[in-house]
C-alpha cells in the first residue's frame, strides 16, 4: 500500500479554508479551500500571477491573508511570526536560490538544523559542555543529510560556482535539516534539465517515503507535477479552478483552457 492510499482516511495534516489575499485593488486568492493530508504529494498548478507564491508566502507567513485561515494539525498558525514557522513543522526552499554564497554547502545546511537547537551565544562562546553535545549532534546531521542528498563530495565547497542543480540540492538539504513535516518546494525544476527534472522526482518521492515528510509543491513542469502527486489543486487568477486526482485534473477543460493549453497545441 503506498503512502497515498494509506493516508486516505486521515484527517489532513493542512488546511486552507476560504484564504483571500488583496494588495490595494487587486486581489490575489479569492476563497482558496484545500486539504493536504499526511504523506501525500500535492501539486499546485497554474498560470503566472494565479496565486501560488502569495499562498506559499502566507504559508511561510511571510503575507498575512486577509480572510481565511490556515491549519497545522488542527491549529491556526496566523498567530505566528515568520521565524517560528520551522519550529512547527514548515519548511521551504524558494523559486530563485536563496542560499549563503560565501558559506560551504555543510554551513548552509546547518543553517537550516538551528531551529532545532536549543543553545543561546553565551553557552557557544562559553564552550559549554551541552553546548558542545548539540553543536557536534548538529554537525552529524548536516553531514547525513549532505550524503543523503549525495553532496558529499562538495561538502566543504562554498555554495558560489556550484552548478545550479547542486545548489538547489543544497537548499533543500536546508529545509530538510529542520526536520519538517510540510516540505514546500517552490518551483524545484525550474533550470533543471531533463535527466535532472527525473531524479528531482524521484528525490521528492524518497523524502516523502523514507523521511515521512508531506509535500506542497508548486511547479510549472506538468510532468513532474502529474508523476509525483497524488493530489493536484489549479489556481487561476486567484480562485481554485479544479481539485482532485493529477489525471482528473490534466483533463479539466477549463485547467486545460487557463493553462494546461489544447491537446492539439
Excluded at 503506498?2 to 488583496?22: K, Y
Aim: net charge neutral.
Amino acid at each position: 500500500m503506498t503512502p497515498s492510499q494509506d493516508m486516505q482516511g486521515s484527517e489532513p495534516l493542512l488546511s486552507v479554508r476560504g484564504v483571500c489575499v488583496t494588495f490595494g485593488g487587486i486581489v490575489a486568492l479569492n476563497g482558496v479551500s484545500f486539504d493536504l493530508r499526511r504523506g501525500h504529494i500535492l501539486g499546485l498548478i497554474g498560470p503566472n500571477g494565479a496565486g501560488k507564491t502569495t499562498l506559499f508566502n502566507c504559508l511561510s507567513r511571510l503575507y498575512q491573508p486577509s480572510q481565511g485561515d490556515i491549519l497545522l494539525e488542527g491549529k491556526s498558525i496566523l498567530k505566528q511570526p515568520p521565524h517560528r514557522i520551522p519550529d512547527i513543522g514548515i519548511g521551504r526552499t524558494f523559486q530563485n536560490v536563496a542560499l549563503f554564497h560565501n558559506l560551504s554547502v555543510l554551513d548552509n545546511i546547518r543553517v537550516g538544523a538551528h531551529s532545532r537547537t536549543t543553545s543561546d551565544a553565551m553557552s557557544d562562546m562559553l564552550k559549554l559542555p551541552w553546548a558542545r553535545r548539540e553543536e557536534r549532534a548538529l554537525d552529524k546531521r548536516a553531514r547525513d543529510i549532505a550524503d543523503y542528498l549525495d553532496l558529499l563530495e562538495v561538502a566543504e565547497r562554498p555554495v558560489a560556482g556550484l552548478p545550479f542543480g547542486t545548489q538547489k540540492r543544497v537548499e533543500l538539504g536546508r529545509a530538510l535539516a529542520a526536520e519538517p513535516k510540510i516540505l514546500l518546494l517552490d518551483e524545484p525544476a525550474g533550470g533543471l534539465n531533463h535527466e535532472e527534472v527525473h531524479a528531482l522526482g524521484d528525490l521528492i518521492r524518497k523524502i516523502r517515503d523514507q523521511r515521512g515528510i508531506t509535500v506542497l509543491l508548486v511547479e510549472h513542469h506538468m510532468g513532474l507535477v502529474m508523476s509525483i502527486a497524488d493530489h493536484v489543486v489549479a489556481l487561476n487568477f486567484g480562485k481554485k479552478l479544479a481539485e482532485g486526482p493529477p489525471a482528473a485534473v490534466q483533463s479539466d477543460p477549463d485547467v486545460i483552457k487557463a493553462y494546461l493549453g489544447s491537446k492539439d497545441a
